[in-house]
Nanobody, 126 residues
Framework: QVQLVESGGGLVQAGGSLRLSCAAS????????MGWFRQAPGKEREFVAA????????NYGDSVKGRFTISRDNAKNTVYLLMNSLKPEDTAVYYC???????????????????WGQGTQVTVSS
């Protein structure tokens, strides 16, 4: 059974940084692209970032480009999201997800992913 466990969320002031982690199990992690999405109260789920199975290709949502960096450590079965220059509008629950099919690039559509973590809350105060 695939499990994704996020950690690293919390409360931070605007302009600060956080690093989220997502530990995966139950699937050969190194063969699958990974993604991060977020959902704020009353809003639809939004694509944040994705990374290809080997880590050589990344993709970012327009609202986070230049501020967030996705990376992965296949030896640790973990994907990371480094968030810099945080803004109050980044406040949301952040979810990691694993691609449905092997050997893909980082997709921005949630239908490309079939397992999701429980989410971690990120709150940015002004």
């Amino acid at each position: 059974q695939v499990q994704l466990v996020e950690s690293g969320g919390g409360l931070v002031q605007a302009g600060g940084s956080l690093r989220l982690s997502c530990a995966a199990s139950g699937r050969t992690f190194s063969k699958y692209a990974m993604g991060w999405f977020r959902q704020a109260p009353g809003k639809e789920r939004e694509f944040v970032a994705a990374i290809s199975w080997g880590g050589g290709s990344t993709n970012y949502g327009d609202s986070v480009k230049g501020r967030f960096t996705i990376s992965r450590d296949n030896a640790k079965n973990t994907v990371y999201l480094l968030m810099n220059s945080l803004k109050p509008e980044d406040t949301a629950v952040y979810y990691c997800c694993i691609a449905r099919n092997m050997y893909g690039s980082g997709w921005s559509t949630d239908g490309a992913y079939d397992y999701w973590g429980q989410g971690t809350q990120v709150t940015v105060s002004s």
